[in-house]
């Protein structure tokens, strides 16, 4: 029988690998995938010249919005206190860090990654 839930959970973490071969491609080093708080999820945590939390988004098409039409304001004030979070249990308060949006469509059979940058100043 189809499960939905298994499938979008396989195509979440397809796109969570491509996001960060991407990542490495340029120059960022992965420090954690998928970690949970009970104020939500980090997709990918990454390092290059400070700390990158990357939100990952991924869209068949484009026919009801680009992926990053997906990150509303709600979730970006969860995903804030899941940072703060993650922050104060790795004694990294005082650390310079950044959100990002990582928003990946298939388009010609192909992935298109486009990056959006310190989506938090969008609050």
Same mark, same amino acid.
């Not at 397809?14 to 960022?28: D, I, K, P, Q, W």
């Not at 990918?44 to 939100?55: H, S, T």
């Not at 990053?68 to 310079?96: E, Q």
């Given at each position: 029988?189809?499960?939905?839930?298994?499938?979008?959970?396989?195509?979440? !973490?397809?796109?969570?690998?491509?996001? $960060?071969?991407?990542?490495?491609?340029?120059? !960022?080093?992965?420090?954690?995938? @998928?970690?949970? $708080?009970?104020?939500?999820?980090?997709?990918?945590?990454?390092?290059?010249?400070?700390?990158? !939390?990357?939100?990952?988004?991924?869209?068949?098409?484009?026919?009801?919005?680009?992926?990053?039409?997906?990150?509303?304001?709600?979730?970006?004030?969860?995903?804030?206190?899941?940072?703060?979070?993650?922050?104060?249990? @790795?004694?990294?308060?005082?650390?310079?860090?950044?959100?990002?949006?990582?928003?990946?469509?298939?388009?010609?059979?192909?992935? $298109?990654?486009?990056?959006?940058? @310190?989506?938090?100043?969008?609050?």
């Amino acid at each position: 029988m189809y499960d939905q839930p298994v499938q979008t959970r396989s195509i979440g !973490f397809l796109a969570e690998s491509a996001a $960060c071969r991407y990542l490495v491609e340029h120059g !960022f080093r992965i420090v954690k995938r @998928n970690w949970t $708080c009970r104020w939500g999820e980090l997709d990918i945590i990454a390092a290059k010249d400070k700390l990158y !939390f990357f939100e990952v988004k991924f869209r068949r098409s484009v026919r009801y919005g680009s992926a990053c039409d997906y990150v509303t304001a709600k979730k970006l004030k969860t995903l804030r206190r899941a940072i703060d979070r993650y922050l104060y249990l @790795n004694k990294l308060t005082d650390a310079p860090w950044q959100l990002d949006v990582l928003g990946i469509q298939l388009k010609y059979r192909k992935l $298109c990654i486009k990056r959006y940058q @310190n989506v938090l100043g969008f609050l």
